[in-house]
């Protein structure tokens, strides 16, 4: 499905587009990674039910998903299209299923770099088409109350669970790859760099309003595996989207570079051409935004475990956070998704005091 802006309703709550493009805001925006998830009751319900790429593949149950928590926090600013980042792995061929209590699992990862060529890039981002039409249907039913985030694992992210089979602690069968094959390795990111580009795209297309690209295990490379394996990869693909969305003369969307860990390489991302950066829990905000530069709209960074205590110490660390960013270029969230055993009160300590702090 393919709709332009126009069939869409006036967005009536644009502050996370204005902060992301660098324009005033009159609240500092607030959303949550993970916000459609399992600390939520209605989720868990829709779950009990279906499995869960089964409610990823499903518009009608990836709609319901996505708009639970709007419904229940209404100082939340922005919702994130319910999927995951495995979608692409997926759409290249490969198997990946979620167990509860595990996470997501591969059974056959890849274990050599012949593999690379058996991956299904033709026709990839098509089989992604049920993503698109979720992005479109959540649009309509949003009724423009607030912009619909669409998102991407990023090439190295998405390598390493390809590699691994699912999460991993040490990376250490992709840090073998990195050292054996890296001319495999460059093919085999490049590949993923021309899929997440054509999907983004397709994503706008669809309706969403700004795109976030995970880079989630940056935590497990150096600052020079960072500059060699990460970043040139993340900026083809934020000037990729930009001329793709040029040529076939749609308008441009903001996008948010998020490489959990990356603390090691503020400047490197602030250089990738990404409208927003966003921060994990262990960086401070001043000192990130002495590295980065006035022209970046940060976003961050409460450690997703502070949700644990009570709604007031919830409330001080939330003011005292937006403090430190100031009103300006900052969007509001946790510093990785918010956990399942998260208490519900706490996001409403949380996103409540986002926009009382300034
Ligand atoms: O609300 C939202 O943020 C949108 C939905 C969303 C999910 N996954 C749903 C999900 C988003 C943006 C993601 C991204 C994602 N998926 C990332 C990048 C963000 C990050 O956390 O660093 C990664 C690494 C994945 C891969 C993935 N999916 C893992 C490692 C896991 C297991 C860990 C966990 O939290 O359970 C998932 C499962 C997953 N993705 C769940 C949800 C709601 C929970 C699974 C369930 O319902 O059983």
């Not at 587009?17 to 949550?32: I, S």
């Not at 980042?85 to 299923?97: K, R, S």
């Not at 991302?269 to 001043?286: F, H, M, S």
Request: glycine fraction near 8%; hydrophobic fraction near 40%.
């Amino acid at each position: 499905m393919e709709y332009t802006n126009k069939d869409f309703p006036v967005l009536k709550n644009d502050r996370l587009l204005k902060a992301a493009f660098g324009k005033e805001v009159d609240k500092v925006p607030v959303w949550v990674m993970r916000q459609a998830g399992r600390y939520l009751p209605e989720f868990q319900e829709v779950r009990s039910k279906h499995d869960f790429f089964t409610v990823c593949r499903t518009p009608t149950l990836a709609c319901e998903v996505t708009l639970q928590p709007l419904r229940r926090y209404g100082h939340l600013d922005a919702s994130i299209i319910f999927s995951d980042i495995l979608v692409i792995p997926q759409a290249l061929g490969m198997t990946v299923e979620m167990h509860p209590g595990v996470g997501p699992v591969f059974p056959n990862p890849m274990t050599d770099p012949s593999e690379i060529d058996l991956l299904k890039e033709e026709g990839a981002v098509s089989r992604l088409a049920y993503v698109g039409d979720a992005i479109t249907l959540t649009r309509h039913k949003i009724e423009g109350k607030v912009p619909l985030i669409g998102f991407t694992g990023a090439p190295f992210t998405l390598m390493g669970y390809m590699i691994e089979g699912g999460g991993s602690k040490t990376m250490s069968k992709t840090k073998e790859w990195l050292e054996k094959y890296p001319k495999d390795v460059h093919k085999l990111l490049s590949l993923l760099t021309r899929v997440i580009i054509d999907y983004l795209v397709m994503q706008v297309e669809s309706g969403a309003q700004l795109l976030q690209v995970f880079e989630s295990s940056a935590d497990h490379l150096t600052r020079e595996q960072f500059i060699e394996i990460s970043a040139p990869y993340l900026k083809d693909i934020r000037s990729g989207v930009k001329k793709q969305l040029d040529d076939k003369k749609i308008d441009q969307v903001p996008m948010t570079v998020f490489a959990k860990g990356g603390g090691h390489s503020l400047d490197i991302q602030a250089q990738l051409g990404y409208e927003t950066i966003g921060l994990d829990w262990t960086i401070n905000p001043v000192e990130a935004r002495k590295i980065i530069g006035d022209n970046v709209t940060l976003q961050g960074n409460l450690d997703p475990q502070d949700l644990y205590k009570s709604p007031e110490e919830i409330k001080r660390l939330t003011i005292e956070m937006v403090q430190k960013f100031g009103k300006h270029r900052y969007i509001a969230n946790l510093g990785h998704g918010i956990t399942p055993q998260t208490p519900l009160e706490s996001m409403t300590a949380f996103t409540e005091a986002v926009h009382e702090a300034l």
